[in-house]
């Protein structure tokens, strides 16, 4: 079984706090993607990777970046927490290449005060 | 500008019956169709998919069913079952890595 899983479910940070969020998966997949998940919006890609340290921005990457050191882990970086950067925040993963499925960890919660 | 809309928030439907939950996309070149199916505090899992060669696939108690003139997918699960509770997310990809996200339709199952 593909597993995903992201160091944290919940944290609770303050603004202009900087964040880690990280992520790490164990089936020798190429691409990992960073996502969050708001009512009504769905899951929106913030950025993704397809190799080591290589990185793409997705829809919304303003106020993240993310580094790829490492085949298996994924980290994405919030340099300087904001308010509305509150939200679910997804890891997947998938084997590298097209039309295939993406495999989620089970999210980490964030909350900015 | 989402590409892909579900634009049923939610759907209640009895224990036993079918539950059809809808698609639409805008995007033209859109040529894998993914159902992902997300439970509280969990991560979403995938549940079926349909590449645009075909107009329908099923899996079990799952079909999904793609009408490529109407950019429109539906998913139908029969019957359905307490467990089906949860969101379910409609995604579609063109020729990259990259999956685009409606915004999910939460499915509540009364018994």
């Known amino acids: 079984d593909v597993k995903v899983t992201q160091s944290s479910r919940y944290l609770v940070k303050r603004t202009g706090e900087k964040v880690f969020l990280e992520c790490v998966q164990d089936?020798?997949?190429?691409?990992m993607f960073w996502y969050r998940q708001d009512p009504g919006l769905g899951l929106r890609l913030i950025y993704f990777?397809?190799?080591?340290?290589?990185?793409e921005k997705g829809d919304i990457p303003e106020g993240y970046s993310v580094s790829r050191e490492k085949k298996e882990r994924f980290s994405l970086i919030l340099e300087s927490a904001s308010t509305n950067q509150t939200s679910m925040y997804l890891c997947?993963?998938?084997?590298?290449?097209?039309?295939?499925?993406?495999?989620f960890g089970p999210g980490t919660r964030l909350l900015v005060l | 500008d989402q590409q892909v809309k579900q634009n049923s928030p939610s759907l209640s439907v009895q224990e036993g019956r079918i539950s059809i939950l809808n698609c639409d996309y805008t995007?033209?070149?859109?040529?894998?169709f993914l159902w992902y199916k997300k439970y509280p505090a969990e991560g979403p899992t995938f549940l079926i998919s349909?590449?645009?060669?075909?107009d329908k696939n099923e899996d079990g108690r799952f079909t999904v069913f793609l009408n490529k003139s109407a950019k429109h997918l539906s998913l139908h699960i029969v019957p359905s079952q307490p467990g089906d509770s949860a969101v379910y997310f409609c995604?579609?990809?063109?020729?990259?890595?990259?999956?685009?996200f409606g915004a999910g339709t939460t499915v509540t199952v009364r018994a």
């Open positions: 997947a993963s998938s084997p590298g290449h097209t039309q295939e499925t993406q495999y």
């Open positions: 089936m020798d997949h190429e691409n």
């Open positions: 990777s397809y190799d080591v340290k290589m990185k």
């Open positions: 995007n033209s070149m859109f040529d894998y």
């Open positions: 349909i590449s645009s060669i075909k």
């Open positions: 995604a579609a990809s063109s020729n990259d890595y990259k999956l685009s």
